[in-house]
């Protein structure tokens, strides 16, 4: 069974939300018979950009939460682990009901309350809020805990093991099983001033804001499929695998994951890519047409390589999220990875290439019904940063 209605409901969300809702409630009635739900709320967000979720009622008059990911081509079949999570040691926000059934996967949860860390990190920026230290405080010791975690769950896995993550299928299964090809191949991407073939993107080398970058998007790539491919044996960790702050949220006993759609045991790297780029450097990538307001960027293009001015950098609350993380986890659990033999040219083009995947491959940046030609540039700019500046 393929996930075209469940597709369907998400990307109709966004135009006709009325008849998205009409979809789901019948879906949900066709899963669950015995829940009797008789309405449901969709909340389109920003940050569900995969997924989506909202609230369902019951005939007995209680709010339930719910929450789905769509993965179009998607090769896993199982999605959601949340028990594995809950016994290493994760808080997780444990569902009342679920349907782990690929083509059926909705997770139903007692109504959640607290904010979500998106929505957290929104109102710090906007001045609606003002509790920046107690973020900082939560995100400190949740993220201590997270590397007991790592280091107690740690251990090697076989190819086959490691080729059965669900992690995988936003990476590597994005970029070698259709996504990739769907999104650009034989295609112009269209720029501020002009268009360029995506093969021609693809042999340009890149100077951004001064600085010389000395891989081709093209040369990223190909790096990258060989260093995501799943079929090899690896360590691993028990993980959330899509741990950005849309499946966080900040409640008074702490920070507590919920929706593990690709949880499960998989490299300690792989896991901490979705945070380390999507809870720092992706507002562009939620809010493309605020950004693009607000963005200062120009290119020239000499046939060899493309000069890229831009003033995108991350907000301060974004700076917290990325020193938590690579302080308290990436830096502690890559020198526990060096001591157990793994190279650190290996470790670096893991990492690097799970970077590249997050802007390039959660959407398409040459949709410019979603995109401006100015975030698309800023999106490729992204991709070939952070597929080469240096992990530490």
Not at 49 to 60: E, K, P, Q
Not at 300 to 325: I, M, N
Request: glycine letters at 6%.
């Amino acid at each position: 069974m393929n996930d075209l209605r469940l597709q369907r409901i998400q990307s109709l969300q966004f135009t006709d939300r009325a008849a998205a809702e009409r979809l789901l409630l019948s879906f949900i009635r066709d899963l669950f018979p015995k829940l009797a739900a008789i309405q449901v709320e969709l909340r389109p967000q920003a940050v569900s950009l995969n997924s989506f979720n909202g609230y369902v009622t019951l005939a007995d008059g209680r709010r339930l939460f719910f929450k789905t990911h769509v993965e179009p081509n998607s090769v896993i079949g199982e999605y959601y682990n949340a028990q594995l999570l809950a016994e290493a040691g994760y808080p997780i926000i444990a569902p009342l009901y679920a349907s782990t059934e690929y083509g059926k996967q909705l997770l139903i949860y007692d109504l959640i309350e607290a904010p979500s860390l998106f929505d957290l990190a929104r109102a710090l920026e906007r001045g609606e809020r003002h509790d920046l230290e107690a973020l900082r405080a939560a995100q400190n010791a949740a993220d201590s805990q997270l590397l007991g975690i790592y280091r107690a769950t740690l251990r090697p896995i076989t190819a086959a093991e490691n080729a059965n993550a669900p992690v995988h299928q936003l990476f590597y299964h994005r970029l070698v099983g259709g996504r990739y090809a769907e999104f650009y191949l034989n295609k112009p991407f269209e720029l501020p001033d002009g268009a360029l073939a995506w093969q021609d993107l693809l042999r340009r080398r890149w100077v951004i804001n001064g600085r010389a970058y000395p891989h081709t998007l093209g040369e990223l790539i190909a790096r990258a499929e060989r260093a995501l491919d799943p079929d090899q044996p690896s360590w691993s960790i028990v993980g959330h695998g899509d741990a950005h702050n849309g499946n966080v949220f900040f409640t008074p006993e702490g920070l507590r994951y919920f929706d593990p759609a690709f949880g499960g045991r998989h490299h300690p790297l792989l896991d901490l890519a979705k945070p380390l780029f999507h809870n720092v450097r992706a507002t562009w990538l939620y809010h493309p047409q605020e950004v693009a307001a607000q963005l200062q960027i120009s290119y020239q293009d000499d046939g060899e390589t493309l000069h890229v001015q831009h003033t995108y950098a991350p907000s301060p609350v974004r700076q917290l999220f990325d020193a938590s993380k690579r302080e308290r986890v990436l830096l502690p659990i890559w020198e526990e990875l060096r001591r157990r033999g793994e190279s650190a040219e290996m470790l670096t083009a893991l990492l690097q290439s799970a970077l590249l995947c997050c802007p390039l491959l959660t959407l398409n940046l040459a949709d410019r019904k979603r995109f401006p030609p100015q975030i698309g540039l800023l999106g490729l700019a992204l991709s070939v940063m952070v597929a080469s500046e240096p992990i530490l």
